[in-house]
């Protein structure tokens, strides 16, 4: 019971630095056409990422999607502080309707947290890809009981340079959501050799409680 109460504290105070944009997600986005997940599989490097509550904590990360006999997993990796690895595996939900495909949701199920938050289910939309160089998604979590929501935009890349081309090819279904290039932050992926050998799973920092708060 302390342990639930200690976790809907730090929940509710934290809820208020994490959702800034006021009212619900945006609605009626339009995705990526055709979408295959086949041919999204592998590794991207984020290139650029926006992150709504300002947030700068996923450094040096990469999203591979990886298949298994149980499912397609979404394993995200970042370095953080410049120390250490750590990363998050999430499983995908795949939509049944074929006209949804890009409306994907990713999975993490977390054991030793209270109940409520063991198995949290975020969206990972894909705005746009040619699978073969750039890719644009984004999620959007809403909190009725502030009225705000958060969002994170990744500008994924299939090489460590993004060229020009893709980069606006990717930046354009941004202003559906209301995000602008401005926002975007440049990840440098030069310096991506953690200090310290130590890879560990952790909670992704991309995401924000799927929980109602
Ligand atoms: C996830 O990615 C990290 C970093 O690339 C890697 O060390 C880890 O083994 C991967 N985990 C799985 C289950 O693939
Ligand atoms: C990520 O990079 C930014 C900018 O270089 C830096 O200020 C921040 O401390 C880094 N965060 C982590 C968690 O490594």
Same mark, same amino acid.
């Given at each position: 019971?302390i ?9 509710? @105070? ?12 945006p609605?009626n986005v ?12 592998? /590794? ?7 992150? @709504?509550d ?10 591979n999607l990886?298949? /298994?006999p149980t ?22 939900e ?6 949804e ?7 993490f199920?977390?054991?030793? =947290?209270p ?23 984004y999620?959007?979590?809403? @909190? ?6 958060f ?13 020009d081309?893709?980069?606006?090819? =990717?930046?354009k ?7 602008? =290039? ?7 992926? !030069? /310096? ?8 560990? !799973?952790?909670?992704?920092?991309t ?7």
């Amino acid at each position: 019971m302390i342990k639930i109460l200690f976790y809907v504290i730090i929940s509710v @105070s934290s809820v208020f630095g994490y959702f800034t944009l006021p009212g619900k997600c945006p609605e009626n986005v339009k995705l990526q056409e055709d979408f295959r997940l086949a041919e999204f599989y592998g /590794k991207w490097y984020q290139a650029y990422h926006y992150s @709504s509550d300002g947030r700068n904590n996923n450094n040096c990360s990469t999203i591979n999607l990886i298949t /298994k006999p149980t499912g397609v997993y979404f394993n995200q990796s970042r370095v953080d502080r410049g120390l250490f690895h750590r990363y998050s595996i999430g499983k995908f939900e795949i939509p049944i309707n074929i006209e949804e495909a890009a409306k994907l949701d990713v999975t993490f199920v977390w054991d030793n =947290a209270p109940r409520r938050l063991k198995t949290r289910r975020y969206n990972f939309h894909v705005l746009a890809t040619n699978n073969n160089y750039y890719a644009t998604a984004y999620t959007c979590q809403y @909190s009725p009981l502030i009225d705000k929501h958060f969002i994170y935009v990744w500008i994924l890349s299939r090489n460590i340079i993004l060229n020009d081309v893709s980069k606006e090819l =990717a930046i354009k279904p941004l202003q559906q959501i209301g995000v602008t =290039a401005a926002n975007l932050v440049k990840d440098d992926l !030069s /310096k991506c050799t953690p200090k310290y050998y130590e890879d560990i !799973s952790v909670e992704p920092t991309t995401f924000r409680y799927p929980v109602p708060i």
